[in-house]
């Protein structure tokens, strides 16, 4: 597709239950971003991606969360014995970074998963 | 880690211009400053991005001081559709990876 793909756009669960959410990026983006938005909240950070590694996994909340992208495209982020504060909007985003001395990056968003856990 | 200061929420009304001012007191010399709207229930949208001086699209101007110590949104005569939250950001280089982190973002109100 044209732009960034998130599944489910919604996710009802119980609380206790493991949850996989779905990001198919822009094909060729090689940077993947996952962010989680709490109702009326900013973006938190959560994991980025460049090709198939994480060299950055410190937005993860606890070791509930864990995230994988496979042939530099989909990503998945698990989050495992679900809580009702993981209650959210999870984002995806991607881009094609560009390296060099100076530096700039335009991120593309999905449309989100919200999840609710009950 | 580059960390920025917005205004929690601005009130305009339609036809008006409306500046939204970004702090970034440690921004690094290779990073750059981006612009992105969103709408509820809907991811953040690019808007501009800049690195000195001044860059204008068709949907805003983006004004960066010579110390790059904050920068200035500028949208020219506003209307209900502009209602949002914006977020400015600045890259963060970090073993040689860019990690871009959202601030709290500016609630723009317009109203009629």
């Known amino acids: 597709g044209a732009g960034v793909s998130q599944s489910p756009s919604n996710k009802v669960t119980e609380k206790g239950k493991d949850v996989e959410l779905r990001c198919d990026p822009i094909?060729?983006?090689?940077?993947l971003y996952w962010y989680r938005q709490r109702l009326g909240q900013g973006l938190e950070f959560l994991i980025y991606f460049q090709g198939n590694s994480a060299p950055d996994k410190s937005g993860l909340p606890s070791d509930r969360f864990s995230a994988e992208r496979t042939g530099e495209s989909v990503s998945t982020l698990t989050i495992q014995r679900t809580q009702q504060e993981d209650s959210a909007v999870y984002l995806c985003?991607?881009?094609?970074?560009?390296?060099?001395?100076?530096?700039?990056?335009?991120?593309?968003f999905g449309s989100g998963t919200q999840l609710s856990v009950l | 880690l580059a960390k920025t200061t917005q205004p929690i929420s601005m009130d305009s009304y339609e036809g008006q211009e409306v500046n939204i001012t970004c702090s970034h007191n440690?921004?690094?010399?290779?990073?750059?400053i981006t612009w992105y709207q969103q709408f509820p229930s809907q991811g953040p949208r690019f808007i501009i991005q800049g690195y000195k001086t001044k860059v204008t699209n068709e949907v805003a101007s983006l004004f960066i001081p010579a110390d790059r110590k904050s920068s200035t949104l500028s949208l020219p005569r506003v209307s209900l559709s502009d209602t949002a939250v914006y977020y400015c950001l600045v890259g963060d280089d970090n073993t040689g990876f860019q990690k871009l982190v959202f601030g709290t973002g500016t609630r723009l109100l317009v109203s009629p």
């Open positions: 985003a991607s881009s094609s970074v560009r390296r060099g001395m100076t530096y700039s990056e335009k991120l593309f």
């Open positions: 094909s060729g983006h090689t940077a």
């Open positions: 440690n921004i690094a010399t290779n990073d750059y």
